[in-house]
């Protein structure tokens, strides 16, 4: 299956999700992003742009991908699988160095109310060290679209995501 992988900040394309999705044979479109030189309205066109020429039915992203893959389901339809997502990138990408401007991230917040929640899974780790501000999640999309890895940290590959991605990918 056709699924579109969005990394993290300061991330790499081939991920543990990457890794995780092509073991499970999916064919994997995972673009490279340097989220410090690029705007995220350019991020969002490139992953606009890819979804009209691939046609993913699943979108993935981890972390600040998380928020990207959370944005294009809304806009589109096409359920999403979050890892560890950082939805509100305004907040957290400053804290992690990020120097760029925020407030094209602010602006692109506001297209998450346009989701609908029940394609939208997450798995979060339970102990994630760098997003602290995953009640978000749990209070935005339903209970029963959330996973939680206790002992799981912020990286992917600290979480079963095979197996997951395995259960929710369908």
């Given at each position: 299956?056709?699924?579109?992988?969005?990394?993290?900040?300061?991330?790499?394309?081939?991920?543990?999700?990457?890794?995780?999705?092509?073991?499970?044979?999916?064919?994997?479109?995972?673009?490279?992003?340097?989220?410090?030189?690029?705007?995220?309205?350019?991020?969002?066109?490139?992953?606009r742009?890819?979804?009209k020429?691939d046609?993913?039915?699943?979108?993935?992203?981890?972390?600040?991908?998380?928020?990207?893959?959370?944005?294009?389901?809304?806009?589109?339809?096409?359920?999403?699988?979050?890892?560890?997502?950082?939805?509100?990138?305004?907040?957290?990408?400053?804290?992690?160095?990020?120097?760029?401007?925020?407030?094209?991230?602010?602006?692109?917040?506001?297209?998450?109310?346009?989701?609908?929640?029940?394609?939208?899974?997450?798995?979060?780790?339970?102990?994630?060290?760098?997003?602290?501000?995953?009640?978000?999640?749990?209070?935005?999309?339903?209970?029963?679209?959330?996973?939680?890895?206790?002992?799981?940290?912020?990286?992917?590959?600290?979480?079963?995501l095979?197996?997951?991605?395995?259960?929710?990918?369908?």
């Amino acid at each position: 299956m056709k699924i579109l992988n969005i990394h993290g900040f300061r991330g790499s394309a081939e991920n543990a999700a990457f890794g995780a999705l092509t073991g499970l044979g999916h064919d994997v479109v995972s673009p490279p992003f340097d989220y410090d030189s690029v705007t995220p309205d350019k991020v969002a066109e490139k992953l606009r742009r890819i979804i009209k020429t691939d046609t993913p039915r699943y979108i993935v992203g981890t972390s600040y991908g998380g928020f990207f893959a959370a944005l294009l389901s809304a806009e589109t339809g096409i359920p999403a699988v979050l890892v560890n997502p950082c939805l509100m990138p305004f907040y957290h990408l400053p804290l992690l160095g990020y120097e760029g401007d925020i407030a094209p991230m602010i602006a692109l917040f506001g297209g998450l109310a346009k989701a609908d929640r029940s394609i939208v899974k997450c798995i979060i780790g339970g102990s994630d060290e760098i997003i602290d501000t995953h009640s978000l999640e749990t209070n935005y999309y339903s209970a029963e679209n959330i996973t939680v890895i206790p002992e799981g940290l912020h990286s992917g590959a600290t979480l079963p995501l095979a197996e997951y991605f395995g259960e929710v990918i369908k």
